[in-house]
């Protein structure tokens, strides 16, 4: 499957929103359908899910305009394959690639030989604890860089003046509707959220795809408006062309 990254990093960027699939009891194709409804672009599936080897193949295929990039991948091969004792659904990197998905998202930091390795061709993001991990992830190559909240207080670093605002940073983590305004406002310019936290209050085994829809495009409209208020030329700028485009980006880019 071949696929251009940057119009992955432009759909992820211009959505400002993913949604995360993470380890629950509700159907997959009911979430699937519900993003689509809501006219989302890119969505995240990880590897906590225990139907992830057959699902991701499944959306790809199902849903050839929708790209999904992985999370909770781990860049060491052995790794992977010690763990899979314990958790058989774990996949290498090349294992993810060869699926057809369009980018990876970590927990924890990736070594820099893996992040010049897979960005050229996929999505990068990797987990940062610190400013400076967020520079070195950067510098060889991440698309992003993730954070987690609610604490937010390495995203201001991350975005302070003194370091000329090089960072794009992605936060999860407890991001409900209400917290996505002062996530953006410290600095993310792409936030993410668990279908755990986005669907608490609905009953899983009655889960429909309209809940699934309503609930997106509620915190799609939180995030724009949002974005409309910390990046106004970004946003003016959401359908230029490529170059006015990036030009318009608060941060370094790869491009």
């Not at 699939?21 to 989302?40: M, N, S, Y």
């Not at 995203?155 to 991001?175: E, H, N, Y």
Request: contains cysteine; proline residues 6%.
């Amino acid at each position: 499957m071949s696929f251009d990254v940057f119009d992955v990093y432009r759909a992820l960027h211009t959505q400002g929103f993913m949604p995360i699939f993470v380890k629950d009891q509700r159907d997959t194709r009911t979430l699937v359908e519900g993003c689509v409804e809501a006219g989302f672009k890119i969505i995240e599936y990880t590897l906590r899910r225990p139907d992830c080897r057959e699902a991701i193949p499944w959306i790809l295929q199902e849903y050839p305009d929708l790209y999904v990039v992985v999370g909770s991948t781990i860049d060491h091969d052995g790794m992977v394959r010690n763990l899979r004792r314990r958790h058989p659904q774990l996949m290498t990197l090349q294992e993810i690639a060869d699926t057809g998905a369009h980018g990876f998202v970590s927990l924890v930091a990736w070594t820099e030989a893996s992040m010049r390795k897979w960005s050229p061709t996929h999505i990068v993001c990797p987990q940062a604890q610190n400013m400076n991990e967020a520079f070195l992830h950067v510098a060889a190559g991440a698309h992003f860089s993730k954070m987690l909240g609610p604490e937010l207080d390495t995203v201001k670093r991350a975005r302070s003046a003194p370091t000329f605002d090089f960072c794009p940073v992605m936060v999860t983590g407890g991001l409900t509707r209400d917290r996505i305004p002062e996530t953006i406002a410290a600095g993310a310019v792409t936030v993410a959220g668990g279908f755990d936290i986005l669907l608490k209050e609905l009953d899983p085994s009655r889960l429909t795809v309209d809940q699934v829809r309503d609930a997106l495009s509620q915190c799609l409209e939180v995030t724009q408006t949002a974005r409309e208020q910390a990046y106004p030329e970004l946003m003016k700028n959401r359908d230029a062309n490529r170059e006015t485009w990036l030009a318009s980006l608060p941060h370094y880019h790869p491009f």
